[in-house]
């Protein structure tokens, strides 16, 4: 936490989101099963390291799963989070003054005022519910990554939070700023070690899209069965600004719900949520995004595909609000059930607030494969699994800008082994 | 390989077929040759596409009588995939769209593997395929858009026997010419991979794809039954003058039994 040296209005801001905070936290979220949070402790300390290359070797495979190459040479900026310690930061040479990235404690100490006055705690509120309470409580670190007014990087910027040990709480709050005219491109991986069982991930990301500025976010979810994972994601986008959100899991989970929220203040300003969600064994999955029209000529576009297998339960929620004549979007969300133990819903939901010029649609719908589809394939000599396959791929295979190799082919895996069980 | 096939193509003995409780083929008879050309006529609803249907093995056709051999295998209990396998191809009448399945994809099933790129090339400057390779199969497809994919298809699979199921319907002239050609490069043409001759059954009402596609013999299906064969031509000018009913009767058929 910052030194003394605080303005007034800064210690105050502090002490207005501590008490915030503590009033809420054993508020219950209003979305997914609740959580006891004080069942987990605090992720501990782990040693820094000074290259990717020495993770150890299991982690290096784990990681690798969300698009964390330990080879940065195709990536402009790395962040590893091992339990509580950033254990790696590093800007790659040709971006030094482009992008920093740190971790968020160390940013909150090197530029206190700014950090306060405009980005701590601005788009996600303190007082949401029990989990946000606990990482503004309880913050262990989280990454900070600022990419310079102007700078167009087009390398993707990596960062991984890892947890090693079971039975404890990570509680990260992670900062994205790309300034006006800037652009990034950043893939962020939560992963858990194979031998982790129970725990808890709370995570608040807060991200700021400059005036014509550029954020593609893209995250894979890699967690452990036990595992509860409670992100919450708020995104403030100005004028002629465009954020891309794309969301990829392919585990099984205890239970994750996230809501991320964009705010889409700025004159045409965008937003657009891609996602693709496995849900497997007993997990259960309750997922969305909002789009908050407030810009004038802003727009926002969700996609969603949904593939469900053995005891799953899947939500698939999408909210958007126009809050200004000029505005537009829409929601694409559709399911595939494949067990008849699964659950699926998709709940889109629109409203326009005083706007009576805002267009909002939406496409909702569960459904198998049509047989027809999968006979058309056939005649054509492909075998009945094969021809699942393919249309399932097909299925979740929307178009996602800024997704990693890595992370199609794991897609392409998934796909294969779930068709082959669902015949 | 070849030589060691004595019989015909296909041969379809006394075939009965019902879709759902009620019966539509009520006794075909039919004996392709290797490098023939059949056309099938008959009113709408005769059971024309329930014939084709039947033969690729399409699921709902149930056989109730009868049988079909192809290459002297009886296809009874043959899934799709593994007829078309054995060389039995089709082009649909309304193939289905499949969200997320692109052309592209789809003419490397059929050719099994990946298509060179100058096949591709080939496919593409006799159907004029152009940005539909990438784009969804049959998704907003136009009439003659989805027969130009049909065709493409069927060329990549280069199938011993190819059925096709109204060509021509829903396609303007320019594109008739353009399916016409690739079923003529496809039944007669050099492009050949082995060294057997390729058969066709074409079911057409117009008879306008006959001017691009030499055929052999043509049959009428009516009442559930291959009612009489004879000259394409001559049978499709006798039954737009006179009609199916008359045509049946009339002295320009073979009867068959
Ligand atoms: N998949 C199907 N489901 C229900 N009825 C069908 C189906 N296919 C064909 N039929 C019925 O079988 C009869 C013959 O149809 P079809 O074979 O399409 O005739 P044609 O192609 O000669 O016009 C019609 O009465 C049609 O309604
Ligand atoms: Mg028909």
């Known amino acids: 936490m910052p030194d003394t040296q605080l303005s007034p209005g800064a210690i105050a801001r502090l002490e207005e989101i501590r008490i915030a905070a503590e009033s809420a936290i054993d508020k219950q979220a209003a979305l997914g099963p609740d959580v006891d949070i004080t069942r987990f402790k605090t992720v501990s300390e782990q040693q820094k390291i000074e290259t990717l290359e020495s993770l150890q070797k ?24 091992m339990d509580r310690t950033p254990i790696y930061e590093r800007v790659q040479k040709a971006f030094d003054d482009a ?18 006055e405009k980005y701590w705690w601005r788009a996600v509120m303190p007082d949401k519910d029990k989990y946000t309470a ?68 709370a995570g608040i990301s807060e991200f700021y899209v400059g005036k014509g500025a550029k954020l593609t976010f893209t995250m894979v979810h890699n967690w452990a069965a036990d595992f509860s994972v409670r992100p919450r994601t708020g995104v403030v986008v100005d004028d002629d600004g465009v954020y891309i959100n794309n969301y990829v899991l392919l585990t099984p989970v205890k239970s994750i719900q996230a809501f991320p929220v964009a705010k889409l203040v700025g004159k045409r300003s965008t937003a657009v949520f891609n996602s693709i969600v496995y849900g497997l064994k007993d997990s259960i999955i309750d997922l969305g995004s909002e789009a908050q029209l ?52 998709a709940i889109p939901d629109l409203a326009s607030e005083g706007a009576p010029g805002a267009e909002l649609s939406h496409e909702a719908a569960i459904s198998p494969i049509a047989a027809e589809e999968i006979y058309y394939l056939m005649t054509r000599g492909l075998p009945k699994d094969e021809a699942v396959s393919m249309i399932t791929r097909g299925f979740v295979n929307i178009d996602i800008p800024g997704l990693p190799d890595v992370l199609r082919k794991q897609i392409d895996k998934a796909i294969e082994e779930t068709s082959k069980e669902a015949m | 390989m070849t030589s060691e096939l004595p019989g015909p193509l296909l041969v379809i003995e006394d075939l009965h077929v019902s879709v759902g409780d009620r019966e539509i083929l009520r006794g075909v008879d039919l004996t392709i040759q290797e490098g023939e050309t059949h056309v099938l006529l ?30 002297g295998v009886d296809l009874a209990d043959l899934e799709i ?81 190819a059925l096709f199921d109204e060509p021509e319907s829903g396609v303007d002239l320019d594109n008739i010419a353009v399916v016409g050609g690739a079923m003529n490069a496809l039944l007669k043409g050099e492009a050949r991979i082995s060294e057997r001759t390729r058969a066709g ?47 049946v009767e009339c002295k320009l058929c073979q009867t068959l039994s």
Not at chain 1, 296 to 324: C, H, K, N, P
Not at chain 2, 46 to 54: A, E, R, V, W, Y
Not at chain 2, 91 to 119: I, K, N, S, T
């Open chain 2, 42 to 71: 008959g009113p709408n609803g005769g059971g024309k596409s329930t014939l084709l249907n039947t033969i690729v093995g399409m699921p709902g056709y149930r056989v109730t009588g009868g049988r079909i051999l192809f290459k």
């Open chain 2, 201 to 247: 059954l074409i079911i057409t009402h117009t008879g306008h794809i006959l001017e691009f596609v030499n055929a052999d013999v043509a049959h009428v299906l009516y009442s559930g039954r291959l009612a009489c064969k004879g000259n394409p031509l001559d049978l499709i000018e006798e039954i737009s003058s006179h009609g199916y009913d008359a045509c």
């Open chain 1, 134 to 201: 606990l990482v503004a409580l309880h913050q262990t670190e989280g990454y900070f990554i600022r990419v310079k007014a102007g700078r167009k990087v087009e390398k993707p910027i990596q960062a991984c939070l890892f947890v090693s040990e079971s039975n404890v709480s990570q509680n990260v709050h992670n900062i994205i700023i790309v300034e006006d005219g800037a652009e990034a491109n950043v893939i962020t991986g939560c992963n858990v070690h194979v031998d982790v069982k129970e725990g808890l991930h």
């Open chain 1, 58 to 81: 299991q982690v290096k495979e784990t990681v690798i799963h969300s698009g964390f190459m330990a080879d940065e040479s195709d990536r402009s900026a790395s962040y590893f989070q």
């Open chain 1, 99 to 116: 992008i920093e990235i740190t971790s968020t404690e160390d940013a909150l100490r090197l530029w206190p005022e700014e950090m306060i």
């Open chain 1, 294 to 345: 407030i810009g004038e000529g802003s727009r926002s576009e969700a996609v969603a595909r949904t593939v469900s297998m053995d005891q799953s339960t899947v939500y698939s929620r999408g909210r958007l609000i126009g809050r200004t004549n000029d505005c537009k979007a829409h929601l694409d969300c559709r399911g595939i059930v494949q067990s008849a133990e699964s659950t699926q819903w």
């Open chain 2, 81 to 161: 995939d593994e007829r078309a396998r054995m060389g039995i191809g089709i082009a649909f009448q309304r193939p289905p769209a499949v969200r997320g399945v692109r052309l592209r994809q789809m003419l490397e099933v059929a050719a099994r593997g990946e298509v060179a790129e100058d096949a591709i090339a080939r496919l593409d400057e006799e159907l004029n395929l152009g940005h539909m390779l990438e784009r969804d199969v049959n998704m907003g497809f136009s009439g003659g858009e989805a027969k130009r994919s049909e065709m493409a298809q069927l060329l990549a699979q280069m199938p011993d026997l």
